[in-house]
């Protein structure tokens, strides 16, 4: 029977950092709740307290991968998702995000659906090509690899 993840959760950042060209990624601990990863997705909301109470919603810009593929499995095994923020929502009033703050959502509406905005792409840096002057990728100094 296929468990039907219509929940709010609640999640430690247990790490926060500045990504260049992306935003600023959070990885969120579940602490409690019953949340479904399909719906944390770009444009969706999150409501972050720090330590000392202050709140700010943010908009979720992307999903990060460098702790392996958000999926639900993964939420279940080692309780965590990595998203990322935009870089103004994490600087906000000059006080960063950062380990210790509090995340809840996704937010929803009260029609019980997930509170979707507007959001940026998430910039994707340049694909790579051969560069056909080296022989080789582009870091490859001229004269190819044998060049090293």
């Known amino acids: 029977m296929k468990k039907n993840h219509r929940g709010h959760g609640r999640f430690n950042i247990s790490d926060a950092l ?5 935003g600023f990624l959070l990885r969120l601990r579940l602490l409690e709740g019953d949340v479904s990863v399909k719906d944390i997705v770009p ?45 103004e929502d994490a600087y906000a009033d000059d006080d960063p995000v950062g380990i210790g703050w509090i995340a809840e959502g996704p937010l929803r509406g009260e029609d019980g659906r997930v509170v979707r905005g507007e959001v940026a792409p998430v910039r994707r840096g340049r694909r790579r090509v051969r560069d056909s ?10 004269g190819g690899p044998a060049a090293y």
């Open 43 to 87: 444009g969706s909301r999150l409501r972050l307290t720090s330590p000392d109470g202050r709140e700010r919603l943010v908009t979720v810009r992307g999903k990060s991968l460098t702790g392996g593929r958000n999926s639900q499995e993964r939420l279940a095994k080692t309780g965590q998702i990595d998203v990322i923020i935009g870089s």
């Open 133 to 142: 002057a080296t022989g080789g990728w582009p870091w490859h100094p001229p």
């Open 18 to 22: 500045d990504v260049p060209l992306r």
